[in-house]
């Protein structure tokens, strides 16, 4: 067997002895979880984050520097060590690493913060910069790597493009009026018109910038040239809205379609939803497998019966029916005409059809401009795929096409068309139906892992008031 010199994740050695028997010399690198120094013999744990195992060094006195840096060991330590793959007598473990060389790269300071016993997600998130080096938080990250990967591979076989959408943007896709204004004046001496008020003409593009909330407008864009797109990035919402479910910078996934209608959106939706979960039940199995025992329990059911169950679709007017029929007491009334809140989301798919659940035609007033409008004028083409404990996953719609609808809508909403000019001009040249959809990437993330709050499924959260890291 070949001499392992080079360092080897402890993915990948686990991967290795999935296959072969132990045996051969590793090194490997990482941090350890816990260090335990008992009589001539030292335990030390090290994980490097590939992977929710760690791998367990096994140190004796013989080592020269057992004395001087072995025994200094402890909890959050960077080592390297390398040493002989052998089978482990310890319960919980197939093998361990007997050392021939322990290495101390970075030791830690007398308050490093992680210890072995539970810390309240609170309190790790003011930990930041420590907090993914923890099973739960390390666990996140390799699954929500494993959804991105996910979701570019389901588009990419289906010949979409990935589109890259600006972040910079002179447009309101969602026309709600909360977006991050990027400029490069300065609050305090920002030029003026003669009239007193803010001369954005002289900041930084000539006119008023924000953060994106949306790529949807040029993924329209991408979709009239190469008809199948989407793009993927982060997207910035203002709002101040200080729930369990809502950031103000997330990752949106967007595709969109040319030719395609508001059945084909549903359709591609739940088709994408399914295979993303599949995928993330196949390839998480361990992390998947640690949610279900430390932190929600019964979420890998949950995501197994997503896989395999037929999607309930239901029109928004069927849905407020259901509810009104309902006989519960919701915090907000359920009416005709009205968003559906939360609440209403989660009876509606938890209690009442017990599976996600897709909503379609929405009255007019509570959905963006850009949707297509029902021949009854009362409802537009819009669908929301919903989710149980989450509710809201997706939000997409079959686009208004049509150039003379289209005009009145923004009109109707407070647009000037002509800040949409370009908007209107792929509805004169080739239009054709088409829809897409957007879905929220910690959302999906809620669902996937049971974690409660949304805090905790991006690296660095940006909420009201906090922005640390
Ligand atoms: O329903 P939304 O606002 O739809 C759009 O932005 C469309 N332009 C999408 C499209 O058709 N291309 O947002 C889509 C999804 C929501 O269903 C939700 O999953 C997520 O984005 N989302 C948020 N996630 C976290 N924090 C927030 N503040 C979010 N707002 C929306
Ligand atoms: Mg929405």
Redesign the pocket.
Known sequence: RQLREFPLSVARVVELLAREAPGGRVVVQGWLRTARHGKGVSFLEVSDGSCMAGIQVVAEPALANYETEVLALRTGCAIEAEGELVESPAAGQRFEIRAARVTGIGPVGDDYPLQKKRHSFEFLRTLGHLRMRTNTLGAVMRVRHAASRAIRRFFDERGFLELHTPILSTSD??G?GSMFRATHFDPASAPRTPEGATDWSRDFFARPAFLT?????E?EIGALALSRVY?FGP?F?A?N?NTS????E?W?V???VAFLDLDGDAALAEEFLRAVLRELLERCGDDLRFFDQHVERGVVAALEHVVATPFERMTYTDAVARLERSGRAFEFPVAWGADLQSEHERWLTEEHVKRPVIVTHYPREVK?F?MYLDDDERTVRAM??LVPRVG??????QREHRRDVLERRMRESGLDPADYWWYLDLRRHGSVPHA?????????LLFATGMAN?RDVIPFPRTPGSADF
């Open positions: 896709c969602e709600a909330v949306s790529g949807q407008l993924a793009s997207t919402r709002e809205s479910r809502h950031l103000a997330f949106m967007e595709p969109e963006a850009y929301d795929v809201e996953l997706i939000g997409g719609s897409g959809f957007g879905l929220g990437l910690e959302r999906l949304i």
